[in-house]
């Protein structure tokens, strides 16, 4: 398997001048993040596809009079503590889905109402 710093260093190479560094620079990251986790055979489930494996009873409850906005994190950790405490730790998803969902923005950390 090639390195991660070949990788990266052949992503900088194809820098485009129009680009800001930095932002080229997370794309890169965001493109070996991917590479490595498909040479890997890591298949990480979405939030929707995970929400759908959750409880209805218990999916009702936590989203009631809030489906109409993206899932806050409080909102994941509540389902997820009530899984936890019904012992079905296989229902969970792993810790790099639910990084996945925060940097891709499935499920928002804080929701900001405009004043």
């Given at each position: 398997m090639?390195?991660?710093?070949?990788?990266?260093?052949?992503?900088?190479l194809?820098?485009?001048?129009?680009?800001?560094?930095?932002?080229?620079?997370?794309?890169?990251?965001k493109?070996?993040?991917?590479?490595?986790?498909?040479?890997?055979g890591?298949?990480?489930?979405?939030?929707?596809d995970?929400?759908?494996?959750v409880?209805?009873?218990?999916?009702?409850?936590?989203?009631?009079?809030?489906?109409?906005?993206?899932?806050?994190?409080?909102?994941?950790?509540?389902?997820?503590?009530?899984?936890?405490?019904?012992?079905?730790?296989?229902?969970?998803?792993?810790?790099?889905?639910?990084?996945?969902?925060?940097?891709?923005?499935?499920?928002?950390?804080?929701?900001?109402?405009a004043?």
């Open positions: 090639v390195s991660i710093a070949s990788n990266y260093r052949y992503l900088l194809r820098f485009p001048a129009h680009e800001n560094i930095q932002t080229y620079e997370l794309k890169c990251i493109d070996i993040y991917e590479i490595v986790c498909n040479n890997r890591v298949s990480m489930k979405s939030f929707n995970w929400w759908k494996t409880p209805e009873d218990l999916r009702n409850k936590t989203r009631k009079g809030d489906e109409g906005n993206k899932p806050l994190l409080n909102q994941v950790n509540y389902v997820l503590l009530h899984l936890h405490l019904a012992g079905k730790h296989d229902a969970k998803p792993s810790h790099n889905e639910l990084k996945d969902w925060l940097h891709s923005g499935q499920v928002d950390v804080l929701r900001m109402s004043k």
